[in-house]
């Protein structure tokens, strides 16, 4: 699996030492991407205290981060209804019938 560290072993020794052991390696068992050789001193050093060594650069195997905007739709107040008036005095008189058959 790529990005996955595998330690090294008697069938698959490290790539940069030859050991079977304390080392590790990444990428295709046949053909790794990269080493992390203990013994061996590289540029590039491990915060293990070994020393990373690229064998073959294939480049990022993973999708870099990119930042997306989500750009919210604009909310428009709704608009205020027409107000029909004639239908508002006739809802006014209903009420004030109520209100006055209750007295």
């Known amino acids: 699996m790529a990005g996955e560290w595998r330690r090294c072993s008697r069938r698959f020794p490290c ?3 030859g050991k079977s052991d304390w080392c ?9 991407t ?7 001193e590289s540029d ?5 205290g070994g020393w990373l060594h690229i064998l073959r ?5 993973w999708a ?6 989500h750009v919210a739709a604009k909310r428009l107040a709704p608009e205020p209804a027409a107000l ?8 006014a008189a209903v009420v004030k019938a109520f209100v006055e058959a209750g007295r």
């Open 34 to 40: 990269a080493a992390l050789c203990m013994r061996v």
């Open 15 to 17: 790539r940069i030492c």
């Open 64 to 69: 870099p981060w990119k930042r997306t905007y």
């Open 84 to 91: 029909d008036f004639a239908k508002l005095a006739e809802a």
């Open 57 to 61: 650069d294939d480049g990022p195997t």
């Open 24 to 32: 590790g390696y990444t990428g295709p068992e046949d053909d790794p």
């Open 44 to 48: 590039k050093p491990a915060k293990n």
